[in-house]
């Protein structure tokens, strides 16, 4: 976004009215207001990293397919999946040979790990997305440095308050970097494959296109470019418009929320999660932060800014849409995401792509625990037992947040 609280005005002014008449259906209102919001905020994309200055001309596959994803030409998700087994073992001369051979394996592992026993995902791979998150994040277009290039962990950026409740996740993806960065595998494209493969396993998430080649920089990134969870709307406007993200890709990312449960913003409410439905991928988060969801479900305040400005406030009601809001939310955040995991990245065109090697897409969830999650949402009992905690494993079930 070039700086939205100003150009973004402009823009809808420019914007081509839209003219209903007898017999135009809503859905086709819909339909023609969106792909007109679509090309207004399509003019105001900006380029980051190398595809900034390289020309068309000197533009890999890779580097014009990132281009069309970032300028809201092309969809960032993928269907394509090897479901083949990998060439060869982990280190074998066969495996070294495939580009994305290594990066199968690690997908497995990391698909174990994400995957709850009750059919949502679990607190790592919650954990996982924020770390993606935060990696990333630390990054502006006058910042200089930082950005996606595994510094969270490479130095000491875990110390700092922002990244409280990552350490089960940090402790596990440092084992994977020591495990497979032997094969040429950065920990900034571990931490951000491991964010891809995290949001597909959670039911109902999109399967985002997963690029590999980052650098690494073991250099802290810089402070005080995370967003808070008492921000008002234009501070986390500006500070996402400074990372080149927009209002409209600015809500698509927040509802990641929807995965969550909060440890440390209130910590008398330990384990309580952002909507009704924590572990699933759904949009649930969008009209439960507006609306009255059950005692337990709490609210960022935050969040509600968003949910009420009216730079944002559109979108947010378009994924509210229990039917269209799923399928357009998706397509959103990878999107949106595809741009947050390349911030500060500088060699966009050399990239390499291994999609492939994600897990299959999970496109419905159905629960029997459901019911004791409503009632332990609903307040009923303050406890988890034994077994509700196994079956839908609220405790520890955290995005750390």
């Not at 420019?14 to 003019?43: D, F, Q, S, T, V």
């Not at 709307?233 to 080149?244: E, I, P, V």
């Not at 299959?360 to 406890?383: H, K, P, Y």
Request: glycine letters at 8%.
């Amino acid at each position: 976004m070039k700086t939205l609280s100003y150009f973004s005005y402009a823009l809808l002014a420019c914007a081509p009215l839209i003219e209903a008449h007898p017999g135009m259906g809503e859905k086709m209102m819909y339909e023609m207001k969106r792909a007109a919001n679509k090309e207004r905020r399509a003019a105001s994309k900006e380029l980051i990293g190398d595809l900034a200055t390289l020309a068309d001309s000197k533009l890999t596959t890779i580097g014009k397919d990132i281009k069309a994803i970032l300028l809201d030409q092309k969809n960032a998700e993928s269907s394509e999946r090897d479901a083949s087994i990998p060439v060869g073992a982990i280190g074998s001369a066969a495996c070294k040979a495939d580009l994305c051979c290594h990066w199968k394996w690690l997908a497995y592992e990391m698909t174990a790990k994400f995957n709850g026993t009750s059919g949502r995902c679990n607190k790592f791979a919650r954990q996982a997305v924020r770390l993606g998150f935060h990696d990333a994040g630390v990054w502006s277009k006058t910042s200089g440095y930082g950005g996606a290039d595994g510094s969270i962990l490479l130095s000491n950026e875990m110390t700092r308050a922002d990244n409280n409740g990552l350490a089960a996740i940090a402790d596990q993806t440092n084992k994977w970097y020591t495990k497979y960065n032997q094969y040429g595998m950065s920990m900034a494209d571990i931490i951000q494959f491991g964010a891809n493969v995290a949001t597909v396993v959670c039911p109902l998430g999109p399967r985002i296109r997963s690029f590999v080649g980052r650098k690494d920089n073991s250099k802290a990134g810089p402070t005080g470019l995370l967003p808070g969870e008492k921000d008002s709307a234009d501070t986390l406007l500006k500070l996402f418009s400074a990372k080149t993200i927009d209002a409209h890709d600015l809500v698509a990312l927040v509802g990641a929320h929807t995965t969550s449960q909060q440890h440390f913003v209130d910590t008398k409410r330990d384990g309580d999660p952002q909507d009704t439905t924590p572990g699933v991928w759904d949009v649930a988060f969008y009209p439960q932060t507006t609306n009255n969801p059950p005692p337990r479900v709490l609210k960022f305040q935050s969040d509600i800014n968003l949910s009420k400005d009216s730079r944002t406030i559109g979108e947010w009601q378009e994924f509210s849409d229990r039917n269209a809001g799923q399928n357009h939310w998706n397509e959103d955040y990878a999107k949106a995401y595809t741009r947050l995991s390349l911030l500060g990245v500088n060699n966009i065109n050399d990239l390499k792509e291994c999609t492939k090697v994600l897990p299959v897409m999970r496109t419905s969830f159905v629960s029997e625990d459901q019911v004791i999650l409503d009632r332990w949402l609903q307040g009923e009992f303050n406890q988890l037992n034994n077994l509700v905690d196994d079956a839908i494993q609220l405790t520890g079930v955290t995005s750390g947040k």
